[in-house]
């Protein structure tokens, strides 16, 4: 297993993430149990979840996945030391989370916790805001039209993030947080939690997390350079572009209990007649390559110059054992260039 640092954080993690998001709906808690039985076990101790899971989200099943993980982590109180823990406040937009409040000091303090109390823990090594108070172009507003930043109100979207700050900063000094981390931001995110930690005196950010995939390419090469310049961890969510990649939803197949057969809070934005197309040529460059669509999508994501660890989910053991063994692989330079060959043809699929 190869380890990276985390960003300016005194944290090595593995360079595969579990992602949990699957463990409350279409996970059962023994389900869960193995998942990360076999993960911790093959030497991954980066675990990333979030108050919201899990996903799709509803009312009926929010937070079960922490509880999930915190049911874990009581039968292995042995194994929480080497672990780096992380999960995410919700911000608005869900009306049985705090009345769909935006995130604040406030909120920060009452959502951490109710994450360590179902967790069953003391304290998050990265504690996370899982998406910005203000629209920005993630979850399909990243094409034109979708957003426009001069409806933002920047003074007041900054004093905002100065609250969060704050917030923050109160709880890494409680011992309640190590770090913390951004999700679902952009550059100018980034560079105004920076400017705001360093004027109020508190630590910065040490990653952030984006959608990235071969069908998502957005962060690629701006975003991710921001990142290294800045000392940030930079962790793809969704490498296989919610299943897609795989090539299980082809030809219109929706496998029963797979994640496209239940309701999407933003629809299947993801399918497009450009998304199956770039899919079809890259499960041909994989079957050249004798490996599997879903281990040519995560071994491309590993080699992007700037990534740290790539976040991984599955729905069974025999998945996880797929994907994970996707990272012994080294894509040889001839693969490499036919996947860009696929990239100038679909740039941006959906």
């Not at 920060?108 to 109710?114: E, Q, T, V």
């Not at 979207?157 to 981390?181: L, S």
Request: glycine share 6%.
């Amino acid at each position: 297993m190869q380890f990276n640092q985390l960003g300016s954080s005194d944290l090595q993690v593995s360079e595969i993430c579990l992602g949990t998001m699957t463990f409350g709906i279409q996970n059962t808690q023994q389900d869960a149990n193995d998942q990360l039985d076999y993960a911790v076990d093959y030497g991954i101790n980066l675990i990333d979840t979030a108050e919201m899971y899990p996903i799709p989200p509803n009312e009926a099943t929010y937070a079960d996945t922490e509880r999930f993980i915190g049911n874990w982590l009581a039968a292995n109180q042995d194994k929480r030391e080497k672990l780096v823990l992380m999960t995410k406040i919700a911000g608005s937009g869900l009306a049985y989370i705090r009345d769909a409040s935006p995130i604040s000091s406030n909120t920060i303090a009452m959502a951490l916790d109710d994450s360590l109390r179902r967790l069953q823990t003391d304290y998050v090594d990265v504690y996370q805001l899982h998406w910005p108070n203000r629209t920005s172009p993630h979850f399909a507003k990243h094409w034109p039209w979708r957003t426009n930043p001069q409806d933002t109100d920047v003074e007041h979207e900054r004093e905002g993030m100065r609250d969060i700050v704050k917030g923050i900063g109160e709880a890494i000094d409680a011992g309640k947080i190590r770090h913390w981390g951004l999700s679902d931001d952009t550059p100018w995110g980034i560079h105004t939690f920076l400017n705001l930690c360093q004027e109020m005196g508190v630590p910065k950010p040490v990653s952030i997390q984006n959608e990235f995939s071969l069908l998502h390419l957005k962060d690629w090469p701006y975003l991710i350079e921001t990142c290294v310049f800045e000392n940030i961890a930079y962790l793809p969510w969704s490498p296989l572009a919610t299943g897609l990649l795989t090539g299980k939803y082809q030809n219109d197949e929706r496998p029963k209990g797979s994640r496209w057969t239940f309701v999407q809070r933003q629809g299947l934005f993801r399918n497009t007649t450009e998304a199956h197309e770039a899919t079809a040529r890259y499960m041909e460059i994989a079957e050249r390559a004798k490996i599997t669509p879903a281990q040519l999508a995560l071994a491309w994501c590993k080699q992007v110059p700037g990534v740290t660890s790539t976040i991984i989910g599955a729905t069974s053991v025999a998945q996880l054992k797929e994907n994970i063994e996707a990272f012994e692989i080294d894509l040889s330079e001839d693969i490499k260039r036919q996947i860009n060959q696929v990239i100038k043809r679909y740039p941006i699929p959906f």
